[in-house]
């Protein structure tokens, strides 16, 4: 039959409005004979457009009413869908969102009916009311046909609202159960000499275990059995084998029906390797010898659902105890936390941004992070310890184990990427967890889930945003470190007595135990919020100052900084929520004296430890950096008092950088050997460096201000030579510099010499105030005739010394020379100045060179201290910094004005230049690399654990072990450390002969 043009466009406008993407195809569909009284109902449409899919939805309903065996079965069936509402939202909710229910309707055409009535048990059904359900099936077939009825009815509940995800999980989980004692009758019908002989009890695992199933998944079991009164134990368990072997062919095969879905035993003791029915005591004997630590996290959802419940009950009620003891196991947490890697590790590369479950940000994050919760604090508080994933987010909520804002924010985002997992597997009934990729099957699910403007966008866009709040949720969760601590505490420690607590203080290697167990009275004891939170905290800070070189010194400055800060509500708040903060304050307080130093002058830097949003322990830019130094100069009351508050910034700068430093270095074993050693010697380099600038230029300004306002009648400009000038100080170095200045135009150039030599004076002065930071010295003996020669220069003289009087050492020297403060002009024009001479055209003579190597060998000579071994001298000892330096910088003079490479006051940019230019061999060059980064790492390890600079390895063993921990060696092998410096060294002394004396003979 043909509808007249003018209803067919009214039509065809009315389905697109209505959702449909093919108007046309519908049209056909409608004015087909089956739908003949439908045709003109209004409600049909509106039922249609309401569904996910309303095109599939209406394919669907013609197939079912061509299916119906007879015409009246058919005129019942639209009588029913015309006067019931219900059934016609369920039934075309159905059919649009699933072809496979679609097709198991068309297959058995009168099972709609289940969905006509629904009793008020039937909104919320269970186990009970399933098994009804099932009870007529006598064979695999017939099961699967009755398990699908009921599943239509679940579907119907979740498609239109009825029931939400969780319960929509719950009831598969329920009907889960009933099937699995349906097939585990069918299994005993066949074999009923078999089910005399044994109990067998089937405890479900996973999802089905905290009734949270999927529509389709694995169903996760474990079976145990026992002998039947009077039977044989073996004879029993091989008969409870065959029954559990039957029961699982049941569920699993396909037939014409298809599968239901596979039974699982792989989570049995041995997995596929142990045997699949093992007694209780057997289970028992295994789990107490022989469980990994994930199997232990499995077994929290543990629950009897089949076969002799009585067992089942016995089995969790004997494994529990040692599901919460999990815990206490050695590595626990970081055992769970490389397991969930290993699940992201292996999912193939093409899927891991469509994978719903597994990948970051997906369903696996929330349960992992949920369940290591509970594991860790469920030892003590028993309302913690449901299989059912949200039932558990929530009662860790509600104990305050997860703040209730994220709590709330994980549990919205774990309800909508469960809906979209429904919905997804839902369609064809198929176990998948990836976001399928097409247009229409993602128009479909966000329908499905109530997005109707712009489904598709909307759906991808609520994904991302849910499953970016799941992965930051989740790392802050799951990765705090201080679960790993806390879940060390054996229960009922804090009732120790005080000789049992000096002995667990001197276990965990407390030098003086007593004082330490003085300072956790002092932090721990009373009634206040401050008190609280700090005995929470103090347990896990004890380890982490345990397994530093010094546990007392990091436990007395904690004391110091909480006595300073412990009444400001940000500070403990910090190390109690945000997850790096506290580990990273128990490193910094524990590796040694200069970072703690640092903190007590300004213990609000503690803010820097955390993971906000305020910089962290990211280094400040140069610029930054002056910005900041020169504005509180501006604001200061003359010149004291602004290099006062410069030295403030550099103060909180300089625990910056060390603690970044500390934090870096001082990490587990693993993340040391995967640091880039020399990124963290370049960044301590380059911040230090850049701070002394900024302090410079600050000093600077603040004399300038204080004696001639803001017109120096000369111009004056700072040039860093050295390691200030090659940007790699530490933190105990000197500042090297040169002092150039200009008349401006019109000033007597004695005057403008008087004014410049007294800035530099009153800068020195005003530098060496006596302080408890770190002093900052400037050395100006770099200068053209060293101590003899004047502290300040105009240009012009600079220019007139170095083209008569120069020495090959000044050439040398003036390789690390870059300005650093002042004129910026004046500084580019000194640079211009003296390019020639470190650059020289020609070359360096042969009389050059050998005046470059005596002075070498003169220097070591002279200043290596007495008594000291040169093997272990960090820079002039064979092989360290003077070598790798002298050697570089002999490249540079001698090439540097063919290769522009070259051309850097960087040791190691110089380095990798020569390399590229074929000067040396990539071999060489590493070596030589290698040891400059060593060595450099050594003295700066020095100063951070002694407070004080030095170029050799301490001799005090604690100190010693320190250093060791600052380059990645564990207790005990400080000796390591130092054999390796030695190898290091000694290759590296074997190039620079090569390259730098001229040895051929390696």
């Known amino acids: 039959m043909t509808a007249a043009p003018g209803r067919r466009s009214s039509t065809f406008t009315r389905l697109l409005r209505h959702g449909f993407t093919d108007a046309s195809a519908a049209e056909r569909l409608l004015d087909s004979a089956e739908l003949a009284p439908l045709r003109d109902d209004p409600v049909l449409l509106d039922a249609l457009g309401a569904t996910a899919d309303p095109d599939l939805a209406l394919l669907g309903l013609v197939r079912l009413l061509e299916a119906q065996p007879e015409p009246g079965a058919r005129r019942e069936l639209l009588d029913t869908l015309i006067s019931s509402k219900p059934l016609r939202d369920r039934l075309l909710g159905v059919l649009g969102a699933s072809t496979a229910l679609a097709d198991h309707l068309v297959r058995h055409p009168d099972d709609w009916q289940a969905l006509v009535m629904y009793e008020a048990h039937d909104l919320h059904p269970g186990v009970e009311e399933f098994e009804a359900g099932l009870a007529e099936a006598t064979d695999p077939v017939s099961l699967r046909v009755a398990y699908r009825r009921c599943l239509l009815s679940i579907a119907a509940r979740d498609v239109c609202g009825t029931t939400g995800v969780a319960e929509s999980a719950a009831e598969l989980a329920d009907l889960a159960t009933a099937t699995l004692r349906a097939a585990l009758g069918l299994a005993g019908a066949a074999a009923p000499e078999d089910a005399a002989l044994c109990r067998l009890a089937v405890v479900a695992m996973g999802k089905c275990g905290g009734h949270e199933l999927n529509y389709v998944s694995d169903v996760d079991v474990i079976f145990v059995g026992e002998a039947a009164e009077g039977a044989d134990e073996t004879k029993a368990v091989r008969a409870a084998t065959r029954l559990a072997s039957h029961m699982m062919r049941i569920c699993s095969e396909t037939t014409v029906e298809g599968s239901i879905w596979p039974v699982d035993a792989n989570l049995r003791p041995e997995g596929r390797n142990g045997p699949l029915v093992r007694t209780l005591s057997s289970h028992l004997a295994y789990y107490q010898r022989w469980a990994k630590t994930w199997e232990f996290q499995a077994l929290l959802k543990a629950r009897p659902v089949a076969g002799d419940l009585d067992l089942g009950a016995e089995y969790v009620a004997a ?80 104990g305050g184990y997860v703040g209730r804002a994220d709590a709330a924010q994980l549990d ?175 490193r910094v307080l524990s590796a040694g004296r200069l970072a703690p130093d640092l903190l007590m002058r300004a213990p609000e830097a503690v803010a820097l430890l955390g993971d906000g949003d305020g910089g962290g322990l990211e280094p400040r830019s140069r610029t930054h950096l002056e910005q900041e130094i020169l504005a509180a100069v501006n604001r200061a009351d003359g010149a004291a008092q602004a290099v006062t508050a410069a030295r403030g910034v550099r103060r909180r700068e300089l625990f910056r950088t060390a603690a970044a430093d500390i934090v870096g270095s001082y990490g587990t074993e693993e993340q040391a050997a995967e640091a880039d050693q020399g990124a963290l010697v370049d960044r301590v380099g380059g911040a230090v460096s850049d701070l002394t600038a900024a302090t410079l230029a600050g000093t600077l300004r603040a004399v300038v201000r204080d004696g001639w306002g803001d017109s120096l009648p000369t111009r004056f400009a700072i040039i860093g030579m050295g390691r200030f000038g090659g940007h790699e100080l530490g933190y105990g170095s000197d500042a090297d510099v040169l002092f150039v200045h200009e008349p401006r135009d019109g000033v007597d150039e004695r005057e403008a ?82 390019d020639p001479l470190r650059y020289p055209a020609d070359g360096l003579a042969d009389e050059a060179v050998r005046e470059i190597r005596r002075l070498k060998a003169r220097m070591e000579s002279e200043r290596l201290p007495r008594g000291a071994d040169p093997k272990l001298h960090a820079k002039l000892g064979p092989g360290g910094l003077s070598d790798v330096e002298w050697t570089v910088q002999l490249l540079q003079l001698r090439h540097g004005a063919a290769e522009p490479g070259l051309r850097t006051t960087r040791t190691r940019q110089a380095l990798a230049a020569a390399r590229t230019a074929g000067l040396i061999t990539d071999e060489d060059a590493a070596t030589l690399d290698e040891a400059w980064v060593l060595a450099t790492r050594v003295r700066n390890a020095v100063m ?44 590296a002394r074997s190039v620079v002969d090569e390259l730098f004396y001229g040895v051929t003979e390696r």
């Open 319 to 398: 494994v529990q105890p040692l599901v919460w003891k999990a815990a206490e196991r050695e590595n626990f947490v970081p055992d769970v936390q490389k397991m969930r890697r290993r699940v992201v590790e292996n999912i193939p590369v093409a899927e891991v941004d469509r994978q719903l479950k597994l990948g970051p940000g997906g369903l696996r994050d929330v349960e992992f992070a949920v369940q290591l919760l509970q594991l860790v604090h469920g030892r003590t508080d028993t309302s913690l310890r449901s299989g059912t994933t949200l039932d558990a987010l929530k009662a860790l909520a509600t």
């Open 412 to 586: 919205e985002a774990y309800r909508f990427l469960r809906s979209m997992e429904h919905r997804i597997q839902l369609f064809r009934l198929r176990r998948t967890h990836l976001v399928p990729e097409d247009e229409a099957e993602l128009r479909r699910i966000g329908r499905s889930l109530g997005l109707r403007t712009d489904p598709v966008a909307e759906l991808l866009r609520e994904w991302k945003r849910h499953a970016t709040v799941v992965r930051r949720l989740h790392e802050k969760l799951f990765y705090r470190p201080l679960l790993d601590a806390v879940a060390q505490l054996a229960t009922g420690e804090a009732r120790l007595s005080a000789e049992a607590a000096r002995e667990r203080m001197v276990a965990l290697g407390y030098a003086d135990p007593a004082s330490a167990l003085r300072h956790l009275e002092a932090l721990a004891s009373g009634v206040t919020r401050k008190a609280a939170i700090q005995r929470t905290l103090l347990p896990v800070l004890l380890g982490w100052f345990a397994d530093s070189a010094d546990p007392d010194a990091g436990l007395l400055n904690f004391r110091k900084v909480s006595d300073a800060l412990g009444k400001t509500p940000w500070y403990l708040r910090l190390l109690r929520d945000e997850g790096a903060a506290a580990q990273n304050l128990a």
């Open 753 to 834: 010499s008087q004014a410049a030599n007294k800035v530099v004076s009153e800068m020195r002065r005003l530098l060496q105030i006596p302080s408890a930071d770190p002093p900052l010295l400037i050395d100006a003996d770099l200068r053209p005739e060293g101590k003899s020669g004047p502290l300040v220069r105009t240009l012009t003289s600079y220019a007139a010394y170095y083209r008569r009087w120069a020495l090959t050492w000044e050439s040398h020297a003036l390789l690390r020379a870059e300005p650093v403060a002042g004129d910026e002009d004046l500084g580019r024009r000194f640079i211009e100045l003296i």
């Open 944 to 987: 951070l654990v002694r407070g004080r600079a030095a170029d050799t390895f301490p001799t005090e063993p604690r100190e010693l072990a320190a250093v060791g921990r600052y380059l990645g060696y564990g207790p005990g092998h400080a000796g390591d450390m130092l054999d390796a410096y030695r190898r290091t060294a000694r290759r």
